[in-house]
């Protein structure tokens, strides 16, 4: 199995690391990072200005390329420009959660929309912050939840969020609500910083990915690139169609 694995936090990230290593289990692995940290950028994509991309020394028989732009263009550079096939492309470990409405600005996630556009299989990681180690052997039994259960038979790319201190249980999960949200701080009379803080509200419904991630479960979550509301489609058609 040739698989790719990326990042948003950087090619110099433990999770990507600790990742990549362990996708060596698995099959040939490639690494394509961003070269310096690219949190929050979505799905973006640089198409205005001419891209770096420079072999990286990674060790353990591991080739490797950082790339000056955002993750997705990691992915876009491992698959259309190096004109490879993969069978897997994994995404992070993150250095924090991306759940609920936080993967609309994640790059982690994004990676594996755009997986999904490849027609390639995907999986993004994350966790709590630098719990990279820990978490390594819960890669194994997240791997196993999946291919057991034979997840990608119904979907070809999950979300998967690792708890600060897991009780050793995998749930199938749902896109919760809002889990982080900013503040836009004044510096001086030109500049703001962007201040992130919690507005997560403890719940216990454990079909969403923000409970039951905060209740000690390890969260596998469906995705999905299609972004219209298909129930309101359906509700709407009916109605213009009574009209004409």
């Known amino acids: 199995m040739r698989i790719l ?3 948003d936090d950087g090619i110099q990230s433990e999770g990507l690391r600790t990742l990549a290593v362990w996708a060596k289990k698995l099959g040939d692995v490639t690494v394509c990072a961003p070269k310096k940290q690219q949190s929050a950028k979505s799905h973006a994509i640089c198409i205005h200005s001419p ?21 997705v263009d ?10 490879q096939e993969y069978d897997l492309i994994l995404s992070g470990i993150n250095n924090g959660y991306n759940l609920g409405e936080d993967i609309l600005y994640s790059g982690t996630v ?14 993004a990681f994350s966790t709590e912050h630098d719990k990279f180690l820990s978490d390594a052997c819960y890669l194994d039994l997240v791997y196993d939840f999946i291919t057991r259960n034979k997840l990608f038979d119904y979907n070809t790319i999950y979300n998967v969020n690792i708890p600060d201190i ?79």
């Not at 990691?74 to 004109?83: D, K, S």
């Open 51 to 71: 891209i770096e991309v420079c072999k990286y020394e990674f060790g353990e028989n591991i080739t490797a390329y950082s790339v000056d732009s955002t993750p």
């Open 166 to 244: 897991p009780n050793g249980k995998i749930l199938l999960t749902r896109q919760g609500g809002a889990y982080f949200t900013d503040e836009f701080v004044k510096l001086d009379d030109t500049h703001y910083d962007q201040r992130g803080y919690s507005v997560y509200e403890f719940g216990t419904n454990l079909e969403l990915d923000t409970d039951a991630t905060m209740n000690g479960y390890v969260s596998v979550t469906p995705l999905s690139v299609i972004r219209d509301d298909r129930e309101a489609f359906n509700k709407l058609i009916k109605i213009i169609s009574k009209t004409k």
């Open 74 to 83: 990691c992915v876009r550079f491992a698959t259309i420009g190096l004109q």
């Open 110 to 123: 994004a990676n594996i929309f755009e997986a999904r556009l490849r027609n390639v299989r995907g999986i």
């Open 5 to 7: 694995v990326t990042n």
